[in-house]
């Protein structure tokens, strides 16, 4: 057999953390993330099942990749065969039109697109519920990028053998901006899955962000829900830089700061003080996402840019979610 199909997912950022996984179940993150899936990025994927493929093939922006970005490819594509009985092997194609080193997450794209060209292509009729649940399974935050707009993903509980993102709210409830201040062009971080790992086995904080997280997770909600930015602002922010002192903690201790990033999360600090709602988060990574009203982010891009250490910016909308295209548009 031949088939093929082609997706596109948007990244997301969370605008309440998620940091850990459960010591149970398979993947299960340990808190509760709420997430906001952007516009103006994509990542386009195409899978094609092939009975003449004597293995699984991954080619990335236009190179063939092996490793650890294959094994979790392979990883996905198993449970689309089990469930779909599909044997063949797969030739997955997939590239982003924004730079790989954007700072942006593009893994939640990647597994995202995955989800959704594999189970078509094999021929599952996938409710969105199960395309969030065959992303989580290899990477959690992927699982927010099958939803538009506003989505929360709950923590995983024992006995989960499913988990789905939910839709909170639609991309057209608020006009919300992500402006990301880039503050580095490559080299490549501590990957989240390992940093996340390191601060779980050894940070003496790590019980305390479990503990602390659901409830920054429910103001976030909140502050969404009510359209209040005095009320989404701070726990945005709290819960960043709360994931963010439980790994400083771990020993040794994962630092994705760099200046740059302090000298960012500084000039947010004063855009604020002029008036100006305009709140950070930080994912793994050194790049500071500075999330602010629609009308307010070509000037909070502008202040940004002056930044000693800033590279550039990008200006980010809520998106829609995953989906199968005709081609790779
Ligand atoms: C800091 O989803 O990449 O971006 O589940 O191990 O694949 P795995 O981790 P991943 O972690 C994302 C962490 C984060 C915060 C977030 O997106 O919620």
């Known amino acids: 057999m031949i088939s093929t199909k082609v997706a596109v997912a948007h990244p997301n950022i969370a605008l309440a953390k998620y940091w850990g996984k459960r010591a149970y179940g398979h993947n299960l993150p340990a808190v509760p993330s709420l997430s906001v899936t952007l516009a103006g990025m994509a990542t386009t994927t195409k899978v094609t ?7 699984d093939e991954l080619v990335l922006n236009g190179s063939p990749a ?3 970005p294959l094994t979790r490819v392979t990883n996905l594509l198993d449970r689309v065969r089990l469930r779909s009985g599909v044997r063949a092997k797969a030739r997955v194609e997939s590239s982003n039109d924004f730079p790989t080193a954007s700072g942006l ?8 697109a995955l989800a959704v060209a594999a189970s078509a292509a094999a021929g599952l009729d996938l409710d969105v519920a199960e395309r969030s649940d065959l992303a989580r399974k290899t990477s959690v935050s992927a699982a927010r990028s099958l939803f538009g707009g506003f989505c929360e993903l709950r923590a995983g509980r024992e006995g989960d053998e499913t988990l789905a993102a939910a839709e909170v709210a639609p991309k057209t409830h608020w006009d919300l901006a992500v402006v990301v ?11 989240s899955s390992e940093g996340m790992k390191h601060t779980s086995l050894t940070s003496p904080y790590f019980p305390a962000w479990v503990e602390s997280a659901p409830a920054m997770f429910e103001t976030v909600k909140r502050g969404l829900l009510a359209r209040d930015f005095s009320v989404l602002g701070p726990a945005v922010e709290q819960s960043a830089l709360a994931m963010h002192a439980a790994a400083l903690a771990a020993a040794p201790a994962t630092i994705y700061f760099t ?6 999360v500084l000039e947010v600090r004063r855009i604020r003080a002029s008036g100006l709602d305009a709140y950070l ?7 500071v996402k500075v999330v602010t009203r629609g009308e307010l982010a070509t000037e909070v891009a502008k202040r940004m840019e002056q930044v000693p250490g800033v590279l550039r910016t990008i200006i980010a909308r ?3 979610g995953a989906r199968v295209v005709e081609s790779g548009a």
């Open 281 to 287: 988060t930080i994912d793994a990574g050194p790049h």
């Open 181 to 191: 201040a880039v503050t580095r062009e490559g080299p490549k971080d501590v990957g």
């Open 66 to 68: 092996s490793g650890e």
């Open 49 to 55: 099942f092939d009975d003449d493929l004597a293995a």
């Open 105 to 112: 997450a593009s893994s939640a794209s990647a597994f995202a």
């Open 259 to 264: 200046g740059a990033t302090l000298e960012a």
């Open 318 to 320: 809520p998106g829609d």
